[in-house]
Structures are given as structure tokens and as C-alpha cells.
């Protein structure tokens, strides 16, 4: 089983920037990717970025494309999702997710935190 836990939600002011955390736990072993999602009031979650875990290949969803970063610290078992240039639709919770294969299907899912970009 693996447990993650994300951090650094909150409300953020439009054109300003966040970064996110994701810690795992327990058989990390098993982890070859992770990713973050979002979900916004009234929609279907969505990709945002990917982290092959090893290899340390990422890919970014267009809507974010430019303006974000994922990253890992393997030491660390930890992943993060930098955006800057917020925009008040990017609004939603925020979902940090493992997978054993790459890129999907994700088998284990963080809690979520909200982020909140105020105009």
C-alpha cells in the first residue's frame, strides 16, 4: 500500500505562485510514476502533470504548459507541482496520485487540498 500526503493548498492571488508537495509512504517501491489532477466545483478531474519516477520524464497538460513544473526528490519520495502565472481557473483541489506503470492507471490517491486563485 502506498499513502500520500499533499501540502501548500490555500488561496493564492491571480498572476501569483504556488507549489505543491506530495509526500509517499509505505511501499514506494512499487511507485514507477505519479501525477497531480484537479478538480474543479462542478467538473470532471483532470490531468495536470506527470512524473515518470525514475527516469525523471514529466509532461505537463496544455492549460499548464509554460507556466508549470513538476518535479521529484527520490531521497525524499516526494513530487511537486510548481505554477506560477495563476489564473482564477485554476481554482480547484488538487489530487496527487502514484502509479505502478507509467503515467497510469493511478492506483493510490492523496486526500486533495484546495487551492483558491483569487482575481
Known amino acids: 500500500q502506498v499513502h500520500l500526503v499533499e501540502s501548500g493548498g490555500g488561496l493564492v492571488q491571480a498572476g501569483g505562485s504556488m507549489r505543491l508537495s506530495c509526500a509517499a509512504s509505505g511501499r514506494t517501491s512499487n511507485i514507477n510514476s505519479m501525477g497531480w489532477f484537479r478538480q474543479a466545483p462542478g467538473k470532471e478531474r483532470e490531468f495536470v502533470a506527470g ?5 525523471g520524464q514529466t509532461i505537463l497538460a496544455n492549460s499548464v504548459k509554460g507556466r508549470s513544473t513538476i ?46 486563485v483569487s482575481s
Do not use: F, H
Not at 51 to 55: A, L, P, V
Not at 82 to 100: F, G, H, I, R, W
Open 51 to 55: 512524473s515518470r519516477w525514475r527516469i
Open 71 to 116: 518535479s521529484r526528490d527520490n531521497a525524499k519520495n516526494t513530487v511537486y507541482l510548481q505554477m506560477d502565472s495563476l489564473k482564477p481557473e485554476d481554482t480547484a483541489v488538487y489530487y496527487c496520485a502514484a502509479s505502478e506503470g507509467d503515467y497510469g492507471p493511478y492506483n493510490y490517491w492523496g486526500q486533495g487540498t484546495q487551492v483558491t
